[in-house]
């Protein structure tokens, strides 16, 4: 995902090309956010469920769904 692409000059993935689908444009400033700020932890995503009542899916599910800050 993130790894695999290749940095702009401002050192940051690229932007989703013209013809790219939302999907692919999503994506592309995901990647962009997370070089720049950092990607939330598993127990920052905890948080965030329980404080919408949601079911915890659990930690291979978050991972597999959105982008995990590595263990500290």
């Known amino acids: 995902m993130i790894q695999n692409q290749q940095l702009n000059a401002e050192g940051l993935p690229p932007l989703a090309p013209p013809g790219a689908s939302a999907q692919e444009r999503g994506r592309a400033i995901e990647a962009r956010m997370v070089a ?4 939330p ?3 920052d995503y905890r948080r965030a469920y329980a404080a919408f009542s949601a079911p915890w899916p659990g930690d291979d599910e978050i991972r597999r769904r959105h982008p ?3 263990a500290a």
């Open 68 to 70: 995990v800050a590595p």
């Open 41 to 43: 932890s598993i127990d």
């Open 36 to 39: 720049r700020y950092g990607a």
